[in-house]
């Protein structure tokens, strides 16, 4: 059974750190994408990085995707209050059918003012 | 444009009882999902619809649950009869052709 360990579980920070959210793996997937969920909402995307050690940029947020395509991180720098949410690592696997996901735990970020 | 909508929002039955859930994709998307995550563990895909026929059912726990896509439009997923490790949230996305998920805000199943 393929796993995905994301790290850290729970993160809470003062408005203006850096933090990085960790997503790994023994397997290797074809793509891996990034979700920020709200409570009482479902997961929202927000990149979806394909080659490994491709490294995406979204405004303060940076995306990796590790060279053996087994892991990723998401880095955030000088985050405020408005990144506060649960943040999802999601792989997919070699040969599955679109949306057929394997999802981390999430971390759930905390952004204090 | 509406989004992904999950009817309902929340569910309280009796163990042994007869759930429907229910999922309103985007319109025009022909891919659709079911997911579930219970409590303390990683959100898990159940099923995959293309239109009205089920392309990936891998991720069905056991025959109790039952997906159906009428006409591929709207989805239903029936859990009969429910047990308490049923209790979770279940999502559902849909998605077009090679595009991006969208996901409904799930339904809140709890079976006391």
């Known amino acids: 059974t393929q796993l995905l360990e994301q790290s850290p579980q729970f993160l809470s920070i003062q408005e203006g750190e850096n933090l990085t959210v960790y997503c790994n793996s023994s397997s290797v997937f074809s793509s891996l994408q990034w979700y920020r969920q709200e409570p009482g909402e479902g997961p929202v995307l927000l990149v979806t990085?394909?080659?490994?050690?491709e490294v995406k940029k979204l405004k303060r947020l940076t995306f990796q995707f590790g060279d053996a395509r087994k892991d990723s991180s998401l880095h955030i720098t000088a985050a405020q209050p408005g990144d506060t949410g649960l943040y999802l690592c999601a792989g997919a696997q070699y040969g599955g059918s679109q949306g057929n996901l394997i999802f981390g735990k999430g971390t759930k970020l905390s952004v204090k003012p | 444009e509406a989004g992904v909508t999950q009817f309902p929002s929340h569910s309280v039955i009796e163990k042994g009882q007869t759930v429907t859930l229910r999922c309103d994709p985007i319109?025009?998307?022909?891919?659709l999902y079911w997911y579930r995550r219970v409590m303390g563990k990683e959100i898990k895909f159940l099923l995959h619809f293309v239109k009205e026929s089920k392309q990936d059912e891998s991720g069905m726990p056991n025959n109790r649950f039952l997906a159906e896509r009428t006409g591929g439009t709207y989805s239903t997923l029936k859990v009969q009869p429910a047990e308490l490790e049923d209790s979770g949230v279940y999502f559902c996305a849909s998605s077009a052709v090679g595009e991006k998920l969208f996901f409904g805000s799930g339904t809140q199943l709890s079976v006391l």
């Open positions: 990085v394909v080659t490994g050690g």
């Open positions: 319109s025009g998307h022909d891919n």
